[in-house]
Nanobody, 123 residues
Framework: EVQLVESGGGLVQAGGSLRLSCAAS????????IGWFRQAPGKEHEGVSC????????YYADSVKGRFTTSSDNAKNTVYLQMNSLKPEDTAVYYC????????????????WGKGTLVTVSS
């Protein structure tokens, strides 16, 4: 069974930090590119970051660049999203998704999705 499970969401004040985890099972982790996406209430999905588990290359949306960092621990089959200097506009449900042998994290190109974890940033 292929499964992605997010954790680490919660309520944090603006300027604070959270670390999200995406635990993967059921597939060879380092054959996949893992992306983080988010969706605020009433808004469309937004790509946040992307990481290749094989070489560690990363991509960040301009809105989070310099504040968020994604990393992988292949031994644990887990990808992280470290979120610093959080802003109220970061409030959203955050999803991780996996793409087999991909070089991009495109919403409609991801093969597997987690169920999401809610991040709420208060003013």
């Amino acid at each position: 069974e292929v499964q992605l499970v997010e954790s680490g969401g919660g309520l944090v004040q603006a300027g604070g930090s959270l670390r999200l985890s995406c635990a993967a099972s059921g597939f060879t982790f380092d054959d996949y590119t893992i992306g983080w996406f988010r969706q605020a209430p009433g808004k469309e999905h937004e790509g946040v970051s992307c990481i290749s588990s094989s070489d560690g290359s990363t991509y960040y949306a301009d809105s989070v660049k310099g504040r968020f960092t994604t990393s992988s621990d292949n031994a644990k089959n887990t990808v992280y999203l470290q979120m610093n200097s959080l802003k109220p506009e970061d409030t959203a449900v955050y999803y991780c998704a996996a793409r087999h042998r991909g070089y991009q994290c495109l919403y409609f190109g991801m093969d597997y999705w987690g169920k999401g974890t809610l991040v709420t940033v208060s003013s």
